[in-house]
């Protein structure tokens, strides 16, 4: 901060290196997103934030929120994730979608801060307790059959950008956790129902 340049942002929605890649989906909220940039802007971070995105694609919904946080950090009180989210789908998908989608986004980046598919896996899956396993098996379920629903009212002109935009990056985070549920389920010797 006591440079005459002041202090910046690098930010990674993807990430490729140790501890820990992530660079299949975008599973960083926007809350969090607003959390630790707006930390950053507190900290007189003013002057220059640069977002790491890697591959473009499955990265639209996060560089759409960075870009609009960083043109005006105090224009989404408390990370405004809701609104954020409701306007992008509506933009998207027209206002019939907009609660729906809106909904869905929220389950799915709530899922993904708990866990990145990238990150899943046996040990991760046994280290929770019953109860927290049958949980998360019922939202990651809840998950894609809320999905499934919403692709099948999909008008068929705005399926291939619904694919892309939400409906992959909902499968590859419910599917890898069921699996890695199911494979705990297996691991304690219990049948896969």
Do not use: C
């Amino acid at each position: 901060r006591q440079r005459s340049g002041g202090a910046g942002v690098y930010w990674h929605l993807s990430y490729y290196g140790f501890p820990h890649s992530y660079t299949w989906i975008n599973t960083t909220a926007p809350a969090l997103m607003w959390e630790e940039l707006h930390k950053a802007w507190e900290n007189d971070a003013r002057r220059l934030w640069i977002i790491n995105v890697g591959d473009i694609k499955p990265m639209e919904i996060g560089i759409d929120y960075f870009s609009k946080l960083a043109w005006n950090p105090d224009g989404l009180s408390d990370g405004g994730q809701p609104a954020f989210l409701k306007d992008f789908v509506t933009h998207n998908f027209g206002e019939q979608f907009a609660q729906p989608l809106t909904d869905l986004l929220m389950r799915f980046y709530r899922l993904g801060t708990i866990r990145k598919p990238e990150l899943m896996d046996r040990e991760w899956a046994l280290a929770l307790t019953p109860q927290r396993a049958a949980e998360l098996q019922h939202d990651y379920q809840d998950l894609l059959d809320r999905e499934k629903s919403l692709f099948a009212a999909m008008p068929a002109s705005a399926r291939d950008a619904y694919t892309e935009l939400v409906g992959l990056p909902v499968h590859v985070l419910g599917d890898a956790g069921l699996i890695f549920l199911a494979d705990r389920k297996i691991q304690e010797g219990n049948d896969v129902t």
